[in-house]
C-alpha cells in the first residue's frame, strides 16, 4: 500500500483475463483505463476460465474477462457481454481442407479433433460440441489440453484439427492453416465476470 501510494495509487484492481482471447480490442480497454484511471493499480492475472470463475466467486479477483459467455445462469455471478469473434478451423499444414476458401463444419465429421478441456473452459467446450452437433456429428476428441496455445502446438504436431477463436491465428505458426468457417452461429461471444450487484468505482468503467 505505501508504494502504491508513493506512485500515486489510491485503489487496486485485480482484473482476470485468458491469454487466448487478448485480442487488441481487450489491450485497448487495459490500456484506456489505465490513461483514464492513473490512481488504480490494475493488476492483471491470466488462467484460464474455470479458474477465473474460482477466483471471483471466492474474491480473489474483482473481475474478469473469463472468455465465452455461459449459456446458463451461474449462482452470485453477473455476465456482460463485451465482444463477438469469428471461430476458425486449424489444420496442420497439408491437410486436405487447406486449399478451401472456408470449412463447413460438415466437411470435419471424420477428423480426429484437438480440443481445450472441458475442466479448464467449460463454456468453450460447450459451444464446441454444439456445432458439431448441429452439423450432424459428435467430435472425435483425441487429444484436450488446458489452454488454447497447447491446442494449437498439438495441431501444428498433426494429431488433429481444432477450432479456436480467430484471435488465436496470431501465433499459429507456419505450421498451422487457419480457415474461416462458413456455418452461421460459428462464432463465440465474450463476457465479462464479476460477483452479483453493480460493479463499484472503477470496475464499471472496464
Not at 477465473?52 to 471466492?58: D, F, K, S, T, V
Request: net charge positive; charged share 20%.
Amino acid at each position: 500500500r505505501a508504494k502504491r501510494a508513493a506512485r500515486g495509487e489510491t485503489a487496486r484492481l485485480d482484473i482476470g483475463f485468458v491469454s487466448a482471447v487478448l485480442n487488441p480490442e481487450l489491450i485497448g480497454r487495459f490500456q484506456r483505463f489505465r490513461q483514464d484511471h492513473p490512481g488504480v493499480q490494475l493488476t492483471l492475472h491470466d488462467h484460464p476460465p474455470a479458474e477465473l470463475m474460482r477466483a471471483i466467486a471466492e474474491g480473489r479477483l474483482d473481475g474478469a474477462f473469463v472468455g465465452a459467455t455461459p449459456t446458463t445462469p451461474t449462482a452470485g455471478m453477473v455476465f456482460i457481454p463485451w465482444s463477438r469473434e469469428p471461430l476458425m478451423v486449424y489444420l496442420p499444414r497439408g491437410h486436405r481442407l487447406q486449399a478451401a476458401g472456408k470449412v463447413r463444419m460438415s466437411d470435419l465429421a471424420a477428423e480426429s479433433f484437438v480440443m481445450v478441456a472441458a475442466e479448464s473452459a467449460p463454456c468453450f467446450s460447450q459451444l464446441i460440441h454444439e456445432l458439431c452437433g448441429h452439423a450432424g456429428f459428435r467430435p472425435k476428441v483425441v487429444q484436450e489440453a488446458l489452454r488454447g496455445q497447447a491446442v494449437m502446438v498439438m495441431v501444428a504436431a498433426g494429431a488433429g484439427v481444432a477450432i479456436l477463436p480467430a484471435a488465436m491465428a496470431r501465433i499459429a505458426g507456419e505450421a498451422v492453416v487457419a480457415r474461416p468457417l462458413a456455418d452461421k452461429g460459428a462464432s463465440v461471444t465474450y463476457a465479462f465476470a464479476h460477483r452479483t450487484g453493480a460493479p463499484e468505482g472503477p470496475l464499471h468503467d472496464l
